[in-house]
């Protein structure tokens, strides 16, 4: 058995359209929406919303300004819309479109944070299936699906948004994992709560890890645990008892999927 697994596709359709090229199955670990492009400031949503010039100063002060700072100049930005809510709607699902329209079957997907999943079940076909907090069987082996990040301890999240990423409450997260049983293989968008794991080199910080998946790994020692979010991790591999816990790259940049063999 032989299967491609991809995360943090962030809008790269093209790549996405070959990653099932020789392989049995595709695992899609989410964000799967570009929605800021850090490299290429015109491209994303908020790229074609407000335009490169923006969205360099968004992204110099996502690296080096405040939260205070951030969040006060992304709300102007969005005030100067008519309409924020349909136009990033809009955006989101023309890109779902092409993005799921790319996906080989049979395909297993959960969303990122970088996802709306609500909109998932409109723009997935036949072949594709959407597991968040499920399992599923494949050549053999269950596979557990972990969709989302964790919403840090004491922040509420804005009801009135444009747009909310897929940010769970710790016992929501916790409830999903809770859920899975008898796994062989975990898939999850975010990591196992591991530092080497959780850190990303680049922008010089740590990512929330999850405990629950680091717990359900140390009880039932899974073949592999595989995931992303991450996208420059200190170490994109390590292994915890019997379990191999992957980081399968930064799909949006690399175009190449990491291959799982049984």
């Known amino acids: 058995m032989r299967v491609h697994v991809v995360s943090d596709v962030h809008g790269n359709a093209d790549a996405l359209k ?42 110099r002060l996502r690296r080096e300004g405040t939260r205070d700072e951030t969040v006060a100049f992304a709300r102007q930005l969005w005030s100067g819309l008519e309409d924020p809510g349909a136009a990033v709607d809009e955006a989101i699902r023309n890109q779902y479109a092409t993005l799921f329209s790319a996906m080989t079957v049979p395909t297993y997907a959960t969303p990122g944070n970088v996802d709306t ?89 740590s990512e929330m890890g999850s405990s629950a998946l680091l717990e359900l790994i140390r009880r039932d020692q899974p073949r592999w645990s595989v995931f992303g979010h991450v996208h420059q991790p200190l170490a994109p591999r390590t292994r915890l008892g019997r379990t191999e816990c992957r980081n399968v790259g930064h799909f949006k940049e690399t175009g190449q999927p990491y291959v799982l063999r049984w």
């Open 18 to 59: 070959r990653a099932g090229e020789g392989a049995d199955a595709l695992i899609v670990l989410g964000d799967l929406l570009d929605f800021v492009d850090y490299r290429e400031h015109d491209k994303g949503i908020m790229g074609a919303l407000f335009g490169a010039e923006q969205v360099g100063v968004f992204a």
């Open 117 to 205: 999943p609500a909109l998932w079940p409109e723009f997935a076909g036949e072949g594709i299936r959407i597991l968040d907090g499920e399992s599923v069987e494949v050549g053999g082996l269950r596979l557990g699906f972990v969709g989302g990040a964790l919403l840090p301890d004491g922040v509420v999240p804005r009801r009135n948004g444009a747009w909310r990423p897929y940010l769970r409450t710790r016992e929501e997260f916790d409830g999903a994992v809770g859920a899975l049983t008898g796994i062989d293989v975990l898939c999850s968008h975010i990591p196992p709560a591991v530092p080497d794991l959780t850190y990303d080199v680049v922008a010089r910080r």
